[in-house]
């Protein structure tokens, strides 16, 4: 996919091109710049973000509970954090290819943006109450140290005990974590879901969510889609003109597509309307 992309005419014929396969599901996702951007989430592109994850939860919850009220889940707390621009082990993705396009051309800086799609397996596809969701997201509790402490190099077992990697005592926490959401959850993990990247499709209570045609990517330990990308997510790039981009977005809000429709916060359909006169 070489090409690069100077219409939403152009876009829409090459995105036609890229057929799933009948196991496949198509995710999205636009950069303003195509050099800048990694496909890592934000608290595992520095360290000093990696070293607090275990805190950055806390400490808005702590000082804005209410705002976490109705939340039932980690992962309901670190897609609310997400939204607030917190760092999180999530990256988010849309179902809308027309969405990626509007973050790929939405800064008129002449600089070339991008839209990944991603064709990722079925069977990586989880709803926000999935077990393995579960298991990823309650990572975000463990500290830099006992993330670092667990071995998977230990046998495990899905019968009853003894299981070496489930008796680590990071495990054990983590466990402990997960069971604050899931009473009932077994005390077995699967250790290579820890590692895995997987699609949540999160609760659409969240107007940007909603707006965005929002789902996100939720990495697991030391999962790295740019280095070690997992054979059940394929990648392709489509480059988009950073001189087309202006036009871009002139036929993107001809289709509703707009700072307005994709953020549906009152300030931004201000600044739209504004924009407008």
């Known amino acids: 996919m070489s090409q690069t992309i100077t219409s939403l005419e152009g876009f829409v014929r090459k995105i036609r091109q890229v057929a799933p396969g009948p196991d ?30 275990h805190t950055i939860l806390r400490e808005l919850v702590s000082s804005h509970p209410h705002e976490f009220e109705r939340d039932r889940s980690t992962l309901d ?55 393995t969701a579960s298991c990823i997201s309650n990572l975000a509790h463990l500290s830099t140290d006992e993330k670092a ?9 899905l019968d009853p005990d003894p299981d070496p990697f489930n008796s680590q005592a990071p495990i054990d926490r983590l466990l402990q974590f997960i069971r604050v959401e899931k009473p009932h959850f077994r005390n077995r993990i699967v250790k290579s879901h820890l590692k895995s990247i997987v699609v ?57 597509i707009n700072d307005s429709s994709m953020f549906p916060e009152i300030e931004k359909a201000a600044i739209y309307i504004r924009g407008k006169l």
């Open 24 to 53: 496949e599901v198509l995710l999205y996702r636009g950069h303003s710049n195509a050099s800048h951007h990694k496909l890592i989430p934000s608290v595992l592109r520095e360290l000093k973000s990696r070293n607090a994850e």
């Open 77 to 131: 707390q670190l897609a609310r954090v997400q939204h607030y621009g917190l760092p999180t082990r999530l990256l988010d993705v849309t179902w809308n290819p027309l969405a990626s396009l509007y973050f790929a051309a939405s800064e008129n800086d002449g600089i070339p943006g991008e839209v990944i799609v991603f064709r990722v397996k079925k069977h990586l596809v989880k709803f926000y109450d999935s077990d």
């Open 149 to 157: 402490a667990i071995d998977f190099g230990l046998l495990n077992g």
């Open 200 to 256: 949540v499709k999160p609760k659409l209570s969240n107007r940007r969510i909603l707006a965005q045609s929002g789902a996100f990517l939720l990495f697991g330990h030391e999962a790295d889609l740019e280095l070690a990308p997992p054979i059940s997510i394929a990648i392709d790039r489509i480059r988009i003109n950073g001189n087309k981009k202006t036009v871009i977005c002139r036929e993107l809000d001809r289709m509703a």
